[in-house]
């Protein structure tokens, strides 16, 4: 090859020539009508799946969440284990658990009975229906008694 600042001429410039119609075959190889039809099909294919994909995917939409109200809540895990009582101040039971549902629902697992565990009847409550004092050192579920809660069916855990 010819340095910069000097004309190709005579054999270089068959040579160059040469070289450039490889390069060009190279890059440019004749496809197969098969090939051109498998390519093509492969492409439209994933033209047809690509909205489908698209579709699958799910935007988060981000919420802005007043981090003051919100410490103002109470810790599950502080509340777990705590004595639930009545409105005559009777003890019923314990806050054993918190479960969501799928439709985000939120129910209290109260361990009715028993003693250290053994015995015991567990019960799920809508969340809502615990009065939980102010600085949530005092769970109360009004009108329950501790024979009502037994009565009802046991909740034991799905998975």
């Not at 939409?61 to 103002?72: G, I, N, P, S, T």
């Amino acid at each position: 090859m010819a340095s910069s600042g000097t004309a190709i001429t005579g054999v270089d410039a068959r040579l160059h020539s040469r070289a450039q119609e490889k390069e060009h075959r190279l890059v440019q190889l004749p496809i197969g009508r098969r090939t051109r039809m498998a390519l093509g099909s492969a492409i439209i294919m994933m033209a047809t799946l690509l909205p489908s994909v698209t579709a699958m995917s799910q935007a988060v939409q981000l919420v802005r969440v007043d981090v003051a109200e919100v410490a103002k809540g109470f810790r599950a895990k502080k509340l777990l284990g705590s004595t639930v009582t009545n409105d005559k101040k009777e003890s019923i039971g314990t806050l054993d658990d918190m479960i969501i549902d799928e439709r985000k629902r939120i129910f209290a697992v109260v361990q009715v009975g028993g003693f250290l565990g053994l015995g015991a009847h567990l019960i799920a409550v809508p969340y809502d229906s615990l009065q939980i004092s102010d600085d949530g050192k005092k769970i109360e579920l009004p009108g329950a008694s501790r024979d009502a809660l037994t009565a009802l069916a046991e909740f034991h855990y799905g998975n």
